[in-house]
């Protein structure tokens, strides 16, 4: 009986201990999670991009857009002209474009290369792009050790996003953070919600229609970069991600133009699989 009696006392205490430990546990990720929070939206007002820009409906943007570029097309010459006395012609020297400061930004990390939004799904974030593909897995913006880590190009990609594939790779965080809501698209209805992709440099802004969402095995050609625009190889490849969709999206690439592709884990998933978000480029807006 006295056994059993100690027994009991040992597996509540180890009870107790458990609580508190997964206590602990929730209550130092939280406040993580709202530091990191706060830091981004720190970085967020440093580069002076309005926060309601990042809630309007993409029909608003592309109207806006296009009534800009049908006056920057009337105006051309004279544009142009203005644009070489702001900015220097390589991006690293444009202190700001599409509203953005790309200088304030490169004050915390110069390796900054551009934003990436996606409208409606609480992604709007710095991109920047290391000499591997490690480094800001586990440290973010300010170049802080952070296992939330950062938003990242591949490494092997130009940084002007001018490859015919271009690959940005982000954490699954709680609290919708970094690029958790990518797993949110294995539901059509988040795609009629969300299907556009916006990415910006210095030098111009991309405008994408997501085509295919896939699960993708380490071999998919999700990971898969260097093809030429048009050639066989990319068009097989294009072909591969659309055949790997989770479901029709109603969208086809176009071979003649690049793609993106943005890459994060799912906790439901193989550790080996990963969840990619494949855009096909539409539009490319120049600085003006």
């Not at 010459?77 to 220097?88: A, F, L, P």
């Not at 190009?153 to 001018?162: C, G």
Request: glycine content about 4%; some cysteine.
């Amino acid at each position: 009986m006295r056994k059993l009696r100690t027994f009991a006392i040992s597996m509540v205490v180890a009870a107790v201990g458990l609580l508190v430990y997964c206590g602990s546990f929730y209550i130092r990720s939280y406040e993580q999670n709202l530091a990191a929070k706060r830091d981004y939206e720190e970085i967020f007002q440093i580069a002076e991009i309005q926060s309601e820009d990042a809630e309007h409906s993409f029909q608003e943007r592309e109207r806006t857009t296009q009534k800009s570029t049908k006056e920057n097309n009337r105006n051309n010459s004279e544009n142009r002209k203005q644009s070489n006395k702001k900015h220097n012609s390589h991006a690293d020297k444009i202190r700001e474009s599409f509203g953005i400061s790309w200088e304030n930004l490169r004050k915390i990390n110069s390796q900054v290369v551009s934003w990436i939004t996606i409208p409606g799904a609480d992604i709007s974030y710095p991109v920047v792009q290391g000499a591997d593909d490690e480094y800001y897995l586990k440290h973010n913006f300010k170049k802080e050790e952070d296992l939330f880590g950062c938003i990242f190009l591949e490494h092997n990609n130009k940084k002007d996003l001018t490859d015919s594939h271009s690959i940005l790779y982000g954490h699954n965080i709680e609290g919708n953070m970094m690029f958790a809501n990518l797993n949110r698209y294995e539901q059509p209805e988040f795609l009629k919600k969300c299907p556009q992709i916006e990415i910006t440099t210095p030098e111009r802004k991309f405008l994408y229609r997501i085509f295919s969402v896939e699960q993708a095995s380490s071999q998919s050609a999700a990971f898969v970069c260097g093809y030429e625009l048009s050639s066989p190889a990319y068009k097989l490849q294009l072909q591969e991600l659309k055949n790997n969709s989770m479901y029709d999206t109603g969208i086809e690439p176009d071979a003649s133009r690049p793609i993106v592709t943005l890459i994060t884990c799912n906790s439901r998933l193989d550790k080996e699989i990963r969840m990619a978000v494949h855009g096909t480029c539409y539009e490319m807006l120049e600085t003006e």
